[in-house]
């Protein structure tokens, strides 16, 4: 396991375990979808925010350049669609746009809203359009606080295993029968993406940007041969998300005309 994950898995871990204290059902600003978080937005962004050196330690930065600008510039124009468009979510985030030295195409946002970029990602792109939209997705699961649902989820599916074997207090095991809604399966994984993907292309249109990027940029990714971007790895079925993206292009270029016009953009 690299060792950024397990420091986010540690730091996880101790914040579920004072979460388990008022396990929280939130509901997702933007989707309405309702999710257990057993911690609390502050803690979210803690973890993020160790984490986050920890990683660029290890993969290495871009301190300044056009590149960097050229981030900042798509991220804070991000930042700010989101401030008005998911002003809730958006109140619990620190945002940070890092250009990773690194030549795989990737990009990823921690719990709280540190994010990185790579240099592959940003030599693959065609223009700021399309990296509007893989900035939206990765800032949308920091928004919908996907990370943290995942680990509450694997956190309480640890404990219902232990509960089975009877080793822990019936006070805690009904607090978290009833927070859990035991038998519940919960398919995630997909969801998420889904809303990630649906999220991420109204914050790209809120920003004045292309929404129609995101449909050329995956059917991109879904013809790219050989191994295929690193993205892809964790971001399946490019071909399917391409055009259940494009049904929602009316809504996105509505979402966009409504929007107010970005004074920084050229
Ligand atoms: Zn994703």
Known sequence: MPRHRFAILSIAASGVLVGLAM???????GSGRQQLVLMSVDQERRMGAEAYPEILAEQGVIATGPQVDRVRRVGADLAAAASRRFPQSSAGMDWAFTV???????AWALPGGKCGVNLGLLEFVENDDELAVVIGHEIAHALASHGAERLSRDAVAGILAELALGEIDPGLRFAIEQAYGVGVSLPFSRDHEREADRLGLFLAAEAGYDPRAAVSLWRRMAADGGQGPEWLSTHPDP???ADELERLIPEAEAIRRAAPAPADRP
């Open 23 to 29: 396990p929280g059902c939130r509901t997702v600003e």
């Open 100 to 106: 990773v030295d690194e030549p795989t195409v990737n």
């Open 239 to 241: 071909g399917g998300r």
